[in-house]
């Protein structure tokens, strides 16, 4: 099976987003991943569009626990950790509220993200907590918490 690579920073960011959005929620049809997709900033995304980032990402319908179909990134084309790969490649985006920041990171690299962050030993970070995909991190105050995900996005070279 052939895949086309994307061609724009757009399209790089529709797909993190929309690859973030089928981890985190399951999807009956690519209509309610169109309008989540609408509701993340890609207010005139068409359906045509979702269904070229589905095929892109290798996404697959499998069965739920209710026996419902649902869309599912295939975990055979997910891409195996490499150690020789860049920080910068590992992390898909930084995001923060009020309160904490996410890291979302390509599969498996969640875990290794934070490594790095407790290695280097923010003395603004209270505590980090990390999954196979995201990285959660709490600051030390939360009126910092912008100033720490500045920190982040340099010290993981997103910026």
């Not at 086309?4 to 399209?11: F, M, V, W």
């Not at 975990?75 to 590992?90: C, T, V």
């Not at 890291?103 to 407790?118: E, F, K, P």
């Amino acid at each position: 099976m052939k895949f086309e690579q994307p061609t724009s920073d757009k399209e790089q960011l529709q797909l993190s987003v929309c690859q973030r959005l089928i981890a985190e929620k399951s999807y009956l049809s690519q209509e309610e991943l169109r309008s989540d997709l609408q509701r993340h900033g890609f207010s005139s995304i068409s359906q045509s569009t979702v269904s070229r980032l589905l095929k892109l990402l290798g996404v697959i319908k499998i069965r739920n626990a209710k026996g419902q179909k649902i869309y599912s990134v295939n975990p055979q084309l997910r891409p195996a950790p490499n150690a020789a790969r860049s920080i910068a490649e590992m992390v898909v985006s930084v995001e923060h509220n009020s309160e904490f920041i996410l890291i979302h990171t390509a599969a498996g690299y969640g875990r290794a993200v934070a490594r790095i962050l407790d290695y280097h030993a923010l003395p603004e970070i209270l505590g980090v907590v990390a999954g196979s995909s995201i990285v959660w991190v709490a600051p030390r105050s939360v009126k910092r918490t912008a100033l720490v995900q500045k920190q982040i996005n340099y010290l993981l070279m997103m910026n």
